[in-house]
């Protein structure tokens, strides 16, 4: 895929995917209206997932379309391994990231229905990644996946970066 293409598709999937969980559903559960701090500091931890979350996703989907050629997207996966940014980390940025909004919201605004919405929609990242995207990324990159999945965790990011072969 030309970098263009997978530019365009990685924007028009970042509204559609993320920003449909990661805005759109918490907004229509809170109407982004504060609700009773759920404990002391709440608001303060909720606001950092938020402020650590959004840089991430967006370096992750740039980086899927300027280096990957591709998109996060399923229809138009990308053509390179990313491993790169920080997936040098942690092998599932974007959905650590989206579930740290979620979840960001939930204590920013005191939902607790945001925060169970934020369990449901990791655990549908957890189901999605080991029966599809493992798969077939062992598929599609058999050997420099492999060598990446036994450098970089899935969910608990590395205190240091992976220098692998890029």
Do not use: C
Request: net charge positive.
């Amino acid at each position: 895929m030309r970098r263009a293409p997978a530019i365009i598709g990685s924007a028009i999937f970042l509204v559609i995917a993320p920003g449909t969980l990661a805005v759109y559903v918490p907004w229509y559960i809170t109407q982004w209206h504060f609700e009773p701090e759920l404990f002391p500091i709440a608001r303060v931890i909720g606001g950092i997932l938020i402020a650590a979350g959004l840089p991430i996703l967006l370096d992750s989907f740039a980086r899927f379309a300027l280096q990957g050629l591709g998109t996060p997207a399923p229809v138009m996966p990308p053509t390179h391994l990313v491993v790169t940014g920080f997936y040098r980390y942690v092998r599932n940025p974007m959905y650590v990231a989206v579930t740290a909004l979620i979840i960001g919201q939930g204590l920013l605004f005191g939902s607790v229905a945001v925060l169970e919405y934020g369990a449901i929609v990791w655990a549908a990242f957890f189901l999605f990644v080991l029966g599809y995207e493992e798969p077939t990324l062992s598929e599609q990159f058999p050997e420099e996946y492999k060598r990446y999945r036994a450098n970089v965790r899935r969910w608990i990011p590395r205190t240091t970066p992976w220098r692998g072969d890029h």
